[in-house]
């Protein structure tokens, strides 16, 4: 990966993920835990490490990379391989006193699956731009947002699921799944096409 | 120890041990397949309309 393509990553998807762990947490609690973002532009720089350890992985390991090595991975396994490096660094620091409050302690996993996910909606928005889908890249940027699925009765909301998923994961010392958290990228990324489709058609209806 | 050492050349776990070599041996067969774009290009794309992003999520409360 390009260092314009990490600077563009980190400005685009990680600091709005940051920005988004922060607006949901109170900053009276954040006082009351210290929630802190030290030596950023270091942990910056690990991420994209334990990124490069986990790409190289899993492009030697799983992928045919061609003749000459011209063969990449995908951007759901890319997207995968940062929530993973994310997941390592834990970017928030904060004071592991009990009762813990958990938002808090949720920070870094919460971190984790936005980053992925600010990183799904900028290459969508690309792939509109490349496409000349001009309408529908204008309504991802009006909409401004990714939306996620209802989930059943009694069970978590979908973010709040996948958070603790990740947290879980790590609780119980189980690896990151590149493979199986990528599939789950890919049908976030549908869901989210259809559903930005669905608006244009009753825009266009609408007219 | 002797059943420890029996079970080693028991026909059962032979037989795990052949299938571990055998699936071993398939590991460069079964590759994934990849021909899109890169990171780079998707993010060069949106860098050079000087594209800054608005999007936000919200994370919601954890129960």
């Known amino acids: 990966m390009k260092a314009e393509t990490y600077n563009y990553l980190c400005a685009n998807a990680l600091d709005r993920a940051i920005e988004d762990v922060l607006q949901s947490i109170p900053l009276s609690v954040q006082k009351h835990y210290n ?127 996948r958070v603790k998923t990740l947290a879980l994961n790590d609780i119980y010392a189980i690896d990151f799944d590149v493979l199986t958290y990528a599939d789950m990228l890919y049908w976030i990324e549908k869901y989210n096409k259809d559903e930005l489709q669905k608006l244009m058609s009753a825009d266009s209806i609408t007219k | 120890m002797l059943q420890e050492i029996k079970e080693v050349f028991g026909k059962d ?30 993010m060069e794309r949106l860098r050079a309309t000087g594209y800054l992003s608005n999007c936000h999520i919200k994370v919601g409360d954890f129960e």
């Not at chain 1, 030697?60 to 940062?82: M, R």
């Not at chain 1, 971190?111 to 992925?116: K, S």
């Not at chain 2, 055998?22 to 067969?29: D, P």
């Open chain 1, 35 to 161: 929630l802190t973002l030290n030596n950023l532009d270091k942990k910056k720089q690990r991420i994209l490490e334990e990124y490069d350890i986990q790409r190289q992985s899993i492009r030697e390991k799983f992928f045919d990379v061609g003749e000459n090595g011209e063969k990449l991975i995908d951007i759901h396994k890319v997207s995968a391989c940062f929530t993973s490096a994310v997941l390592k660094v834990r970017v928030f620091e904060y004071s592991e006193t009990e009762p813990m409050d958990l938002s808090v302690f949720y920070s870094n996993y919460t971190l984790a699956f936005l980053t992925g996910i600010h990183i799904l909606y900028l290459c969508m928005l690309s792939d509109y731009e490349r496409n000349g889908e001009d309408k529908l890249a204008a309504l991802l940027k009006k909409q401004a947002t990714f939306v996620f699925p209802k989930t059943n009765r009694g069970h978590d909301e979908y973010l709040q699921g």
């Open chain 2, 13 to 42: 776990y032979q037989e795990e041990v052949r299938f571990l070599e055998f699936k071993n041996s398939m590991r460069q067969y079964v590759k994934l397949k990849n021909e899109s774009e890169s990171i780079d290009d998707k």
